[in-house]
């Protein structure tokens, strides 16, 4: 066979190989449907790598194979192989060309980087905090309503900027396409514009302690009447004031308030902390063997000094121990807009003796 015929064969082999090997990716690699304008250019670019994947694993293997069956040792053949001390074109072909096939793609994926994270017109900015191990949003522009669920206008671009409080959490809807890590003492931001109306997931994509696999949140996207609708209706909730202390309990413990929730059931599902399901007089046993019973002043030591009881089967250093500051500063600012006083932990309380 002649040199052109290995390399008529090769060729065909070779794109067969390439594009057969690129819709099987497809299958393999499958990505959730594309739900905001940045998943677009990010798709492409998706698409561009899969090409280039296929093709250069094509090469080696369809090669390799092709010599490996066809310029195989025949029967009675003992002599020595060819020896070959190399190529410099070949070799000056094979530094250059994948230089600046690497060079094309860095530049393809800055360019797409820049697109995706430069400011849009008419956005709107929701601020998020993640912690061990709950995420919870507020609503600067709209009356800094605040929210468990991450609540998003269709076809606007917004501004998430991002707040870690204790390690790093990283945010992700893969259906947006764009992942973001929040940093402790850095804020960080990511842009996104949903396209599609529906509900998504957020999932946290850096392990960061205990229950990472459990730190979720519900993603909705609303059209712009329903959003303004939702905005209004949370606005609407009422002043603390109004509401009972078993009522600003359980709002305490969501995670619009401190998120005790990600820890602590409230229905006796087992938790990285506690249950708070029949916990009100209930006898604990603790780490040292002793016992004691879960009254108000234990609960309320067990606040603010959350290391100074442990319950045997959990563990220390779990629980954030400045709580004494943070509904310190919490009840100052409701003092200062609703002029009543509020003890964050009595009512937190209180609701833990509604869930006997
Ligand atoms: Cu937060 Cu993983």
Redesign the pocket.
């Known amino acids: 066979m002649g040199r052109l015929r290995h390399l008529i064969i090769i060729t065909i082999l070779l794109v067969l190989s390439t594009v057969g090997l690129r819709f099987l990716f497809e299958y393999i690699f499958a990505l959730p449907a594309a739900a905001s304008a940045e998943a677009g250019p990010i798709d492409i670019l998706f698409n561009g790598h899969y090409w280039m994947i296929a093709f250069l694993f094509s090469l080696i293997m369809v090669l390799m194979l092709y010599s490996a069956f066809v310029f195989r040792r025949e029967d009675g053949d003992d002599s020595d192989g060819p020896h070959v001390h190399g190529n410099t074109k070949l070799e000056i072909g094979w530094t250059i060309v994948p230089l600046f096939v690497v060079l094309g793609f860095g530049f393809w994926g800055a360019v797409t980087l820049n697109e995706i994270t430069s400011p849009k017109s008419g956005e709107m900015t929701v601020n998020v905090v ?1 912690k ?2 709950i995420w919870s949003f507020s609503y600067p522009e709209q009356d800094d309503i605040g929210s468990g669920e991450l609540v998003l206008p269709v076809n606007r671009t917004t501004v998430l900027k991002m707040n870690a409080e204790d390690v790093i ?2 945010f992700w809807v893969p259906e947006f396409r764009v992942k973001q890590d929040l940093v402790p003492g850095r804020e960080t931001t990511l842009r996104i514009t949903p396209t599609e109306v529906g509900s998504y997931r957020l999932r ?1 994509a ?3 302690g205990l229950n ?1 696999t459990q ?1 979720e949140a519900d993603v909705r996207v609303l059209s712009a009447e329903e959003f303004q609708a939702w905005v209004e209706e949370k606005s609407a909730a009422p002043a603390f004031a109004e509401m009972t202390p078993e009522e600003r309990g359980a709002y305490w413990a969501s995670a619009e308030g401190f998120g005790c929730v990600a820890c602590h059931s409230v229905d006796g599902s087992p938790g990285v902390g506690p249950s708070w399901q029949g916990l009100f007089m209930r006898e604990e046993q603790m780490t040292d063997g002793s016992t004691i019973v879960a009254d108000e002043a234990y609960l309320t030591s067990s606040i603010y000094d959350p290391n100074a009881h442990i319950v045997a089967g959990f563990n220390p250093n779990i629980m954030p121990q400045n709580y004494l500051e943070q509904f310190t500063a919490r009840q100052q600012e409701i003092q200062s807009t609703e002029a009543i006083d509020i003890d964050i932990a009595a009512d937190i309380i209180a609701y833990i003796k509604t869930l006997q």
């Open positions: 993640g061990q191990w959490h990283s946290c850096e392990i960061c990472h730190m």
